[in-house]
C-alpha cells in the first residue's frame, strides 16, 4: 500500500533538490535528481507496504538536498554561484522600474531577461516568480485595451485602472519572491543598495499624489500700517506638503492701497523652490488689475518627480486684494 | 531557510571523499549493481557513507569521465533499473590506485604500528 502523504514529501523532497542543484549545468542536475528519483522509487518497491514514516526514512538516509548539492559541487568542480549585480538589477528594475520607465511592462520585460540571465534562481523559482506573473499580467493589459471600446465617458478608464496596479503590483510581489530565494546568500550590501534605491524612486514618485497647498500672507497686515498703506504680498503654492520631497512655487508683489484702489509697485516676481527628487515649473505667473479697483494676483506651476516620467500634478490658484487691502479668496492670511 | 553546512575538510573525511569512488569502481568491478544497490552495498561497510545521496554526484562524475557506464533493465519488483557498469577506462584507473593504495597501506602502517 502506498503512503498517505508519500507523494507530497517525496514531491517537495526533489523539489528542494532541483533548487540546490541550480548551480550544476542542466545536464548534471538533469542526471543527479533523476537518480536520487530512480533510487526513492526503487527504495519504495522494495518496501512494499509502507508508511509515511518508512518514506521519510529513505530520504533521511539520503541526506539533506543541500549536502548532496555541495557534493555535487565539490565532484563536478563548480563554485556555488553567489548573487551580484545582475540578480540585484533585476530586482531594481522589477520593484523601481515600473515607476521610472513609465510604461509598465517595459522595465518588468527587461528585468525578466536580467532573470533569465541569472545562475542563482532555479527555472522552477524563474517560471514561477517571473514568466508567468509577466505572461498573464501582459494578457490583462492587453484584454483592458481591448476592452476598452465597451466603455464610455468615465468608464472609460476602467481596464487601466485595473492594469496599472497589476503592472506595479505583480512585478513587486515577483521581487519578493525571488528576494526570498537568495536569503543570506545575497550580501547584506546589495540588500542596502536595493532598498536606497527603491526609497529614492518612490518617495518622489508618491509625494505627487499629495494634494498642493496654497497659502498668502502680507508682510504689514492691515490695520497696522497708516492708510494710504503699502505692503509686500506673499503666496505659495506647496507641493507634496509633509513629504521629504516638499517643494514651492512663491508669487511675490508688492503693493499699495489708499481705500479706493490697489496697485501694484513690483513684481510679481516667481520661482520654483524645490530640492532633489522633484522638479518645479511655474507656468503662470501673473498680476492684474480689476475695474473695481482691487489687484488679482496668479499664480500656477507644475511638479514632476525627477524619478518618474509619470506622475504630474499642477497646482496654481488666484487671490483678490480688495482696495482695502484684504486677501480673499483663501481664508485668513497664514505665515 | 538556508543552513549553513560546515565544509568538510577534515583529513579523514578528504580522504574518504577520495577512496570511496575507487570502493565503487571496485565493487562495479564485481559485477554490475543498480543504484539502491550499490548504495546499500557501500553502507553495509561501517563509515563509508553516511549520506547516501553523496553518492550519486559521484556516479555522475565518472559516468562523465568514461570510468562507469549505465544501461537500463526491466525489474521484476519496480520501476526499470539503472545499472551501473565498470569500462576499460575504470578498470585502468582501480588498477592504478589498487597498486599505489598497498604499498601506502603499508607504509602508513608500519609508522602507525611502530610508534606504538
Same mark, same amino acid.
Given at each position: 500500500m502506498t503512503a498517505k502523504h508519500a507523494e507530497s514529501i517525496i514531491d517537495g523532497y526533489l523539489k528542494r533538490l532541483d533548487g540546490e542543484l541550480s548551480d550544476l549545468p542542466s545536464g548534471r542536475r538533469r542526471e543527479v535528481s533523476s537518480q536520487i528519483a530512480e533510487h526513492i522509487a526503487e527504495a519504495r518497491a522494495q518496501l512494499g507496504d509502507e508508511t509515511d514514516a518508512d518514506v521519510l526514512t529513505i530520504l533521511d538516509r539520503l541526506g539533506e538536498p543541500d549536502d548532496i548539492a555541495a557534493e555535487a559541487r565539490a565532484r563536478f568542480d563548480v563554485s556555488p554561484n553567489r548573487p551580484g549585480l545582475v540578480e540585484i538589477v533585476a530586482l531594481m528594475l522589477l520593484t523601481a522600474g515600473p515607476v521610472v520607465l513609465s510604461i509598465p511592462p517595459v522595465a518588468w520585460v527587461i528585468a525578466a531577461l536580467f532573470v533569465w540571465r541569472s545562475k542563482v534562481w532555479s527555472p522552477r523559482s524563474k517560471y514561477r516568480g517571473v514568466y508567468v506573473p509577466l505572461v498573464a499580467g501582459v494578457a490583462v493589459i492587453v484584454v483592458a485595451a481591448l476592452i476598452d471600446g465597451l466603455f464610455s465617458g468615465f468608464m472609460q478608464l476602467f481596464p487601466y485602472v485595473v492594469a496599472l496596479p497589476i503592472c506595479v503590483l505583480l512585478p513587486i510581489g515577483s521581487a519578493i519572491f525571488l528576494a526570498s530565494r537568495l536569503g543570506r546568500r545575497m550580501p547584506a550590501l546589495g540588500w542596502v543598495g536595493i532598498v536606497i534605491v527603491c526609497l529614492a524612486v518612490y518617495v518622489p514618485a508618491v509625494s505627487v499624489f499629495v494634494p498642493p497647498k496654497v497659502s498668502a500672507f502680507m508682510s504689514t497686515p492691515i490695520g497696522? #500700517?497708516?492708510?494710504p498703506g503699502c505692503s509686500g504680498f506673499y503666496g505659495t503654492v506647496q507641493f #507634496? &506638503?509633509? $513629504? &521629504? $520631497?516638499v517643494a514651492r512655487a512663491p508669487i511675490n508683489v508688492g503693493i499699495c492701497w489708499d481705500g479706493t484702489s490697489v496697485r501694484k509697485t513690483w513684481g510679481p516676481d516667481c520661482y520654483a523652490d524645490y530640492g532633489p527628487g522633484v522638479i518645479v515649473n511655474v507656468e503662470q505667473c501673473m498680476v492684474t488689475s480689476s475695474p473695481d479697483g482691487s489687484l488679482l494676483v496668479q499664480v500656477s506651476a507644475t511638479e514632476r518627480p525627477l524619478t518618474s516620467f509619470a506622475g504630474m500634478v499642477s497646482g496654481g490658484t488666484t487671490w483678490r486684494i480688495t482696495p482695502d487691502g484684504q486677501i480673499e479668496g483663501f481664508g485668513p492670511p497664514t505665515g | 531557510m538556508h543552513r549553513m553546512v560546515a565544509p568538510d575538510t577534515g583529513l579523514i573525511a578528504q580522504m574518504r571523499r577520495g577512496a570511496i569512488e575507487y570502493c565503487v569502481l571496485a565493487l562495479l568491478a564485481q559485477r554490475e549493481r543498480y543504484g539502491l544497490e550499490l548504495v546499500q552495498d557501500l553502507a =553495509? @561497510?561501517? !563509515?563509508? @557513507? *553516511? *549520506? =547516501? !545521496? *553523496?553518492i550519486y554526484p559521484l556516479l555522475t562524475r565518472l559516468r562523465k569521465d568514461g570510468e562507469v557506464d549505465t544501461f537500463w533493465q526491466e525489474s521484476t519488483s519496480g520501476p526499470p533499473r539503472r545499472y551501473y557498469r565498470i569500462t576499460p577506462a575504470g578498470k585502468a584507473a582501480l588498477g592504478a590506485f589498487r597498486s599505489e593504495w598497498s604499498r601506502f597501506r603499508s607504509a602508513v602502517d608500519r609508522f602507525m604500528e611502530g610508534g606504538r
Open positions: 497696522e #500700517s497708516p492708510r #507634496s &506638503p509633509n $513629504m &521629504p $520631497m | =553495509e @561497510v561501517d !563509515g563509508m @557513507v *553516511t *549520506t =547516501e !545521496g *553523496t
